[in-house]
Nanobody, 114 residues
């Protein structure tokens, strides 16, 4: 059974950077397209970024383009989200997602203070 464990979320000031990690176990990670989503209370979970199995293709929601970078290390079974120039509106719980399997991690809280 696949497991996804996110880490790296914390409180930061606006303009700072964070890198989130999602460690995957229980499945052949290198075969999976991986995504990051985020959710704030009272709102739907929203797409942030996705990366194909070999890292060859990435997509981002418009609000994070140029600031966030999704990447992966198939040797470490881990997908990353590098977040630069953070804004208060980036505050959310960030979730790792496997579209093919419909699997989610438990989430990691990112709070950006102004």
């Amino acid at each position: 059974q696949i497991q996804l464990v996110e880490s790296g979320g914390r409180l930061v000031q606006a303009g700072e950077s964070l890198r989130l990690s999602c460690a995957v176990s229980g499945y052949t990670f290198s075969s999976l397209t991986m995504g990051w989503f985020r959710q704030v209370p009272g709102k739907n979970r929203e797409f942030v970024a996705v990366i194909t199995w070999n890292g060859g293709t990435t997509y981002y929601t418009d609000s994070v383009k140029g600031r966030f970078t999704i990447s992966r290390d198939n040797a470490k079974n881990t997908v990353y989200l590098q977040m630069n120039s953070l804004k208060p509106e980036d505050t959310a719980v960030y979730y790792c997602h496997v579209p093919r399997l419909g699997s989610w991690g438990q989430g990691t809280q990112v709070t950006v203070s102004s």
